[in-house]
């Protein structure tokens, strides 16, 4: 399918998340079978691409990303020929597929590491990262980065859990066992990869202690873009280009100057970067510290990316994924559902750049709370629950895991109003929210005003028309505490989107540079319906916008 590698720029990607995303075979976890019988709902929203989180054979330490065999599929999900056959579908229905690369670290069950744990003189010994003594470093996911292992006699580096150790790819033997991973699924047909940690993979030579007081932060200098990093993603990307494929790196702390080392020039080796200083606008880090929501802090790291790519590299949109909890109970309301669901939609998929839906995101999921640290299932929520602020209430460590686990965006995506959410005919592997009387899929389907059928607009309206494809951003009032307010433009053509964060109505101004000028309502989550294609007045006086309020104008 892969005539030119740039249809990623006028594509909408879809994740799936697919252990809880449709259950085809009532087992209670989802599948391919159920991915298979939902494509046709994906081409009815409008996307053009599906990123699937890992499909692999995993022990599940973290849910797919602690991967004991790259060239299966788990068989709770399916086979290698049922996913050839949603990969086939997915293609007849125009939808493009990528998968989940993860090669900075495997699962301990792996094969290659139960080989290399056993002596220092065989052919794995040297695929992981072996110490006599461990350094200071902390692991992202529990506790500290190594792990002592009685059968070697020697730490092992995990910079995640400890089921995740990390793989040497300093040894020339692992960087080959990449580049056979990743023509495994070209053959197939895979139209690319999306890149865990990809950022992380070169360690500095020594592994020297971190200097820095906070755990992680301190020594992520050693192990972010390190010394070989370039050269590795090379030879990845020279595979990738023998079949035009695309390759997505996710880039946990990356910033503009080292992202667009990837990204830019003769040793290009990305297509994009998921960057993550706009999930920081109500946290330190997502599972960490919790602040509260600051619009600001959210325009400021979506213009810095905004501009800073601009002419020279490609976005990558999104606000949820499988790592973060659902965007409206963060930066919108749950109160105000369908109204902060459909303006934080208008917020980021005209912005310039590739979108991504998280599944359920599309119908505005909300975060769950359970009531005890039991009933989670995140490695990492866990602990969090148990390593920080030890001496609060177990109330109030509980309402942080609420806020902040990984968990809210895993539970089942939510069909229909009948048992179980219509995700699955058995036992749901984990706790469906309960609001899904109210908020699925089939009702939102048959709702003209609905999040879904808001989300199928915007994508409709996003992709016929260049301006608001490939078309120069531009902010308004960046220092304004309510509103944002962004234009895009190209050749002559001109969209003004406004979205309010507010909870009360509030007067707008218009930005200077259009007072005056007529403007055409494109769109609106507001019922101004019966005002859209009309030409527009908003310089009357007093003109407010409602709570969560978003409009797209064309300046004429
Ligand atoms: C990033 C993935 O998105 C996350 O889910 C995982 O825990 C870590 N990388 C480690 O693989
Ligand atoms: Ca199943």
Same mark, same amino acid.
């Given at each position: ?109 792996? *094969?290659?590491?139960? &080989?290399? =744990?056993?002596?220092? @003189?065989? +052919?794995?010994?040297?695929? #992981? ?85 906070? *755990?992680?932060?301190? &020594?992520? =200098?050693?192990?972010? @873009?390190? +010394?070989?990093?370039?050269? #590795? ?324």
């Amino acid at each position: 399918m892969n005539e030119s590698r740039d249809w990623f720029k006028t594509a909408v990607f879809y994740q799936i998340w697919v252990r809880s995303f449709k259950d085809g075979n009532g087992d209670g976890i989802g599948d391919l079978y159920g991915v298979y019988d939902k494509l046709e709902y994906l081409q009815s929203l409008g996307v053009n691409a599906i990123w699937f989180s890992p499909l692999y054979p995993s022990p599940n330490a973290d849910y797919g990303y602690d991967i004991s065999d790259y060239c299966n599929i788990h068989p709770e999900y399916g086979d290698l020929d049922q996913f050839q056959k949603v990969l086939d579908r997915a293609h007849e229905l125009g939808i493009r597929v990528i998968m989940d690369l993860v090669v900075n670290h495997t699962s301990d069950e792996h *094969p290659w590491f139960v &080989e290399s =744990r056993k002596s220092g @003189d065989n +052919p794995y010994s040297d695929y #992981y990262i072996w110490r006599d003594k461990p350094n200071n470093w902390s692991s992202v996911l529990e506790g500290k980065a190594w792990e002592y292992d009685e059968s070697r006699g020697q730490y092992y580096l995990h910079l995640f859990a400890r089921k995740q150790p990390d793989l040497n790819m300093d040894n020339p033997k692992v960087r080959e066992e990449v580049k056979k991973i990743l023509r495994f699924w070209l053959e197939m047909g895979v139209d690319g990869f999306r890149e865990d940690v990809i950022n992380f993979i070169s360690k500095k030579e020594g592994l020297p202690n971190s200097l820095g007081i906070l *755990p992680i932060i301190g &020594e992520m =200098r050693y192990y972010k @873009d390190g +010394p070989h990093i370039h050269e #590795y993603m090379q030879e990845f990307r020279d595979v990738c280009n023998e079949y035009n494929a695309v390759q997505i790196g996710e880039g946990p702390m990356t910033t503009v100057s080292s992202a667009l080392k990837y990204l830019t020039g003769r040793r290009k080796s990305l297509d994009m970067m998921f960057s993550f200083d706009h999930m920081t606008a109500d946290c330190l880090f997502t599972e960490y510290l919790h602040l509260p929501f600051k619009l600001v802090r959210l325009k400021k790291a979506f213009s810095k990316w905004q501009y800073s790519l601009e002419g020279k590299a490609w976005n990558t949109l999104y606000l949820e994924n499988h790592d973060h909890p659902r965007v409206i109970s963060r930066y919108g309301s749950e109160k105000h559902h369908r109204e902060s669901g459909t303006m934080l939609a208008t917020a980021y998929l005209f912005l310039k750049g590739t979108p991504f839906i998280y599944q359920g995101q599309e119908i505005g999921m909300t975060n769950i709370r359970l009531s005890s640290i039991d009933q989670y299932k995140d490695v990492s929520s866990k602990n969090n629950f148990y390593t920080y602020h030890l001496k609060d209430s177990i109330e109030s460590r509980l309402h942080r895991i609420h806020l902040s686990s990984r968990d809210s965006s895993r539970t089942p995506v939510q069909w229909d109003g009948s048992r179980n959410a219509g995700f699955s005919e058995g036992d749901p592997w984990f706790t469906v929210n309960p609001n899904y009387v109210s908020v699925n899929v089939a009702k939102q389907d048959a709702e003209a005003d609905s999040i879904l059928n808001y989300y199928r607009q915007c994508i409709r309206i996003r992709q016929s028309s260049p301006a608001l494809l490939f078309g120069e951003y531009r902010e308004y009032y960046h220092g304004d505490p309510n509103f944002y307010v962004y234009s895009r433009s190209l050749d002559g053509e001109t969209y003004l989107i406004i979205c309010s964060f507010a909870r009360e109505r509030l007067p707008v101004i218009l930005p200077k540079q259009f007072r005056g000028i007529r403007c055409r309502l494109i769109l609106t989550n507001y019922p101004r319906e019966r005002e859209q294609g009309r030409e527009y007045d908003l310089h009357s006086p007093g003109f407010r916008l409602y709570p969560y309020e978003a409009m797209v104008l064309r300046i004429s």
